[in-house]
């Protein structure tokens, strides 16, 4: 009987121990990519250091302000940052961290904040600025987020803030601040705000647009001062029409609880909500 007692109490000191996210800290102020260890005392300096370092389901603990222009490693036009891994991404406020793809609103840098598939991100207590694009012809292309594919977005207590897509090619879904194809999308506690869709060919919005089968639960938020205009639009009915808030095409699920929807004005269409779902 012991020796049955002392294999088991063997057997589970010899398993395998869940593994732990750990907190990896990134100081754009203070912080040192070449001597910092990651830790509250000791802080990176640079997303990308701390992105380099992380596995999935660690947390990335951010102060201050990221700006790509700023920081050129891994920034990928028109992408931004890729991110791959299952993560969460953490600020201190949305008036207090701020990841922008450039220094100011609007700027002829191309570029925008972050991009991900099929990963599970989870963004928190900050804000995403400044994202720009031109040229592409990407559908769904967000010029703050582009969610593209599977994977789940979720944006807690964030602001997603001017940010400009002014690409006049024809492709479907294209937003100032998210666009996302398919997967989910949960948002609690944000603002989407002042960011633009300009040149809106086929349907698109100027905060958020979404497609294929997308499902998005938002609760708490505000859509405030977004903008979509339509310039010279192609033929094609409802595939013309931009919204200024949030934009659905093709089978999307929303469930949208106690948001705000104010100031949000589009060319044609639905100044806040657009439903377009065929």
């Not at 990335?60 to 990221?66: K, P």
């Not at 807690?156 to 999308?185: E, K, P, Y």
Request: charged share 10%; with cysteine.
């Amino acid at each position: 009987m012991k020796k049955i007692v002392c294999l088991t109490w063997l057997a589970l000191l010899l398993m395998p121990l869940p593994m732990m996210a750990a907190t990896i800290y990134i100081n754009a102020n203070t912080g040192d990519d070449a001597t910092g260890d990651g830790s509250s005392g000791n802080p990176y300096q640079t997303f990308d250091k701390g992105y380099t370092m992380a596995v999935n389901g660690d947390i990335l603990d951010l102060t201050g302000t990221f700006d790509w222009s700023v920081q050129s490693t891994n920034i990928a036009s028109p992408t931004g940052y890729t991110i791959a891994k299952n993560l969460t991404i953490q600020g201190q406020g949305m008036d207090q961290t701020f990841i922008q793809a450039q220094s100011s609103k609007g700027t002829s840098i191309e570029r925008m904040v972050f991009y991900f598939s099929g990963s599970t991100l989870t963004l928190e207590n900050l804000t995403i600025r400044y994202g720009y694009l031109q040229t592409t012809n990407s559908s769904y292309y967000g010029a703050g987020i582009t969610h593209a594919g599977s994977g789940t977005l979720t944006i807690n207590n964030c602001s997603i803030v001017d940010n400009v897509h002014a690409s006049s090619q024809g492709s479907l879904g294209m937003a100032g601040g998210i666009g996302m194809q398919g997967g989910t999308l949960v948002m609690d506690k944000c603002v989407v705000a002042r960011n633009e869709r300009r040149n809106n060919q086929y349907y698109g919005a100027g905060g958020v647009a979404t497609g294929q089968s997308a499902d998005l639960t938002i609760t708490n938020s505000t859509f405030d001062s977004n903008l979509a205009y339509t310039a010279s639009p192609l033929t094609g009915g409802g595939y013309t029409r931009p919204a200024g808030g949030l934009a659905m095409f093709r089978f999307c699920d929303l469930v949208m609880t106690n948001c705000t929807f104010v100031g949000n004005t589009t060319s044609s269409s639905g100044g806040g909500y657009e439903p377009i779902l065929f």
